[in-house]
Nanobody
Framework: QLQASGGGLVQAGGSLRLSCAASGRAIRTYAMSWFRQAPGKERAFVAVSIRSGGGTFYADSVKGRFTISRDNAKNTVYLQISSLQPEDTAVYYC????????????????????WGQGTEVTVSS
């Protein structure tokens, strides 16, 4: 089970840290990702952490502003988001996939096994 939290209302230029706490399974063997769904749009890939010790990858739209990290001891994945813009307004979801994930598939939501319930981020201009 994944539990996302940390969303809220923030002014443009502000920052937030989203958390995704996992229960039942250790995340160190999972690829952990964040996706987001803006109003009226499809869910889109944001960032992925390829298991512990693996790499991190980002959507072009968030590179340099968002940072994904994981704390295996707390079984939690984080998404630090900064320099927020109104177009970052969305419901943010965390997702997990057990084992390996290829560079050609990590941005596809269909490859993930587990999803959190989402946390809403609203950026005012």
């Amino acid at each position: 089970q994944l539990q996302a939290s940390g969303g809220g209302l923030v002014q443009a230029g502000g920052s937030l840290r989203l958390s995704c706490a996992a229960s039942g399974r250790a995340i160190r063997t999972y690829a952990m990702s964040w996706f987001r769904q803006a109003p009226g749009k499809e869910r889109a890939f944001v960032a992925v952490s390829i298991r512990s010790g693996g790499g991190t990858f980002y959507a072009d739209s968030v590179k340099g502003r968002f940072t994904i990290s994981r704390d295996n001891a707390k079984n939690t994945v984080y998404l630090q988001i900064s320099s927020l813009q109104p177009e970052d307004t969305a419901v943010y979801y965390c997702a997990a996939r057990y084992g390996l994930i290829s560079s050609s598939s990590y941005s596809s939501d269909s490859v993930y096994d587990y999803w959190g319930q989402g946390t809403e981020v609203t950026v005012s201009s």
